[in-house]
T-cell receptor
Framework: DAKTTQPNSMESNEEEPVHLPCNHS???????IHWYRQLPSQGPEYVIH???SNVNNRMASLAIAEDRKSSTLILHRATLRDAAVYYC???????????FGPGTRLSVLP | DGGITQSPKYLFRKEGQNVTLSCEQN?????MYWYRQDPGQGLRLIYY???????QKGDIAEGYSVSREKKESFPLTVTSAQKNPTAFYLC?????????????FGQGTRLTVV
């Protein structure tokens, strides 16, 4: 599985948008971009995933660069419950395992 | 409700003992995974299984063993050969069929060697 690079930590104010970046310069044409988040002492939970086009769901939006070498997870209005570690992961059609990096620790300030 | 269940939530083990962590899913998922997480670190893959009676080693399989006798169950045994077993263990499952499917995770088992 290809590697991703994320900032170690980010900070946001409550009710403001948050843009979490992810670089994946070695992404292949069949790799999907997945985002998960993990609250303290809990298992990761799915946030969103996409292949080429931008994606929206009730939790977040995923903006994918045209060359697919980077992507951004967008939380439109951060809440205190969004404070978590966010993982950006690439997954291809052949590999059945998810490879997790250290992720980005998001702090949300009231 | 469908989901993935890990038990127990907390587990204490004496040095030299084997211990088995349970993972059950009722999502009809084909693939199941075990990860280990140390404090402040990401998840590292121990074992994964794509179908019943078949499993593959991940990055840190030494000192661990698994079985996949039923589609719903993927227990992990931490053996006495694992030198530093104290960690947070997470089980996950996905449907078969490629990279567009999301993974579901259990709530984890925190293992402490005493």
């Amino acid at each position: 599985d290809a590697k991703t690079t994320q900032p170690n930590s980010m900070e946001s104010n409550e009710e403001e948008p948050v843009h979490l970046p992810c670089n994946h310069s070695t992404i292949s044409g069949t790799d999907y971009i997945h985002w998960y988040r993990q609250l303290p002492s809990q298992g990761p939970e799915y946030v969103i995933h996409g292949l080429t086009s931008n994606v929206n769901n009730r939790m977040a939006s995923l903006a994918i660069a045209e060359d697919r070498k980077s992507s951004t997870l967008i939380l439109h209005r951060a809440t205190l419950r969004d404070a978590a570690v966010y993982y950006c992961i690439l997954r291809d059609n052949y590999g059945q395992n998810f490879v997790f990096g250290p992720g980005t620790r998001l702090s949300v300030l009231p | 409700d469908g989901g993935i269940t890990q038990s127990p939530k907390y587990l204490f083990r004496k040095e030299g003992q084997n211990v088995t962590l349970s993972c059950e899913q009722n999502l009809n998922h084909d693939a199941m995974y075990w990860y280990r997480q140390d404090p402040g670190q990401g998840l590292r893959l121990i074992y994964y299984s794509q179908i019943v009676n078949d499993f593959q080693k991940g990055d840190i399989a030494e000192g661990y063993s698994v079985s996949r006798e039923k589609k719903e169950s993927f227990p992990l045994t931490v053996t006495s050969a694992q030198k530093n077993p104290t960690a947070f263990y997470l089980c996950a499952s996905t449907a078969w069929g490629g990279s567009g499917t999301e993974a579901f995770f259990g709530q984890g088992t925190r293992l402490t060697v005493v």
